[in-house]
């Protein structure tokens, strides 16, 4: 188990460095070298605007990444599509069907579960607890009992569409 979970782990980080710096460094200079040589070197006009595949770089750099900025704003905080995004996100993470490490489980959720049971007991002996009221409370107790042990809560999604 504990080999399954560097491989993993291995695995994502190959993913992310992958995708996310070496494919985009090695994509960029290929399309700038594409567009240079396969259209620019057979246009005379742009040939002329272009003299030299540095100059076309340095140009096509300049404009291209405050482009990029504006467009990935863009899409962040005007589109519906990275709402979207993040509602598939929010389905498919495990961590929001169980305890977070660190301070949540350590902390948190304790004090939480500690509040609630001292609650109980001074309702309780006020006699000021209806059966719903204690249902509640048992659920709840239950449940943050279930994700300090390290259990799911609720109906994590299986198979996303």
Known sequence: MRIHRYVTRAWYYFRLGYSTYLTFLLGFASTLVTVYYLAIRNVPSLLSIFPSFTIFGVLATIIGVPLSVAIGWAHLKRSMAYESEQDIVVEASP???KMLPGYWKEAFTP??????????????????LTSE????????????????????????RSNLS
């Open 111 to 128: 004090t939480y579960l500690e509040i609630l049971l001292l609650s109980r007991r001074l309702l309780e002996a006020q006699n000021l």
């Open 95 to 97: 961590y929001y069907y």
């Open 133 to 156: 009221d204690k249902t509640r409370i048992e659920d709840l107790e239950k449940k943050l009992r279930t994700l300090m042990e390290g259990g799911l809560v609720g109906k994590p």
